[in-house]
């Protein structure tokens, strides 16, 4: 790894795709560049599970706390489910089933694990596992009643 990668990292990128452009490939810092396109995919994946976690969360208190739900938590469910539809839209591998079902079990745990700071409930007041489907999750017309709860 270059010392100007460690220094002035916008530089280094620069400076690696002028190389790039000028085909000058024996030049370029390959063992950095590839962790850098390593990390920038993990960052795409991390930005989704961010977002499916603020949005479960705001499921769970709508469905949860409904003597709470307001503007607020109605403009941050949409604003979530839009931007990871966009997200998706940039990166449509994300979408891959297994990629999903994954991130969904992750995103929920942190989910619930925030709820609970939240709200004051205990961990055994949520379901385990997510209740909502993605389409649910994704849907803009889907909001959680309480009845919903099938535990």
């Given amino acids: 790894m270059s010392q100007l990668h460690e220094q002035d990292f916008y530089a280094w990128t620069q400076q690696q795709v002028h190389l790039l452009k000028d085909e000058k490939l024996d030049e370029i810092d390959v ?3 590839i962790e850098e396109l390593e990390s920038m995919g993990a960052r795409e ?3 989704l599970l961010s977002r499916l976690e603020v949005l479960l969360m705001h499921l769970l208190k709508w469905q949860y706390q409904p003597e ?3 503007k607020l938590w109605e403009f941050t469910i949409q604003e979530q489910r839009s931007r990871i539809k966009d997200h998706f839209s940039e990166n449509p591998s994300l979408t891959n089933p297994e990629t999903l079902e994954l991130g969904l079990i992750k995103a929920y745990a ?3 694990r925030n709820a609970v700071y939240e709200t004051g409930f205990k961990v055994s ?4 596992d997510c209740p909502y489907s993605l389409e649910q999750i994704l849907d803009i017309n889907f909001y959680p009643n309480v009845d919903d709860d099938e535990n």
Avoid: D, M, N, S
């Fill in 125 to 128: 007041h949520f379901p385990k």
């Fill in 31 to 33: 063992a950095a560049l």
């Fill in 68 to 70: 709470r739900q307001g």
């Fill in 110 to 112: 942190y989910a619930v």
């Fill in 45 to 47: 994946k991390r930005e």
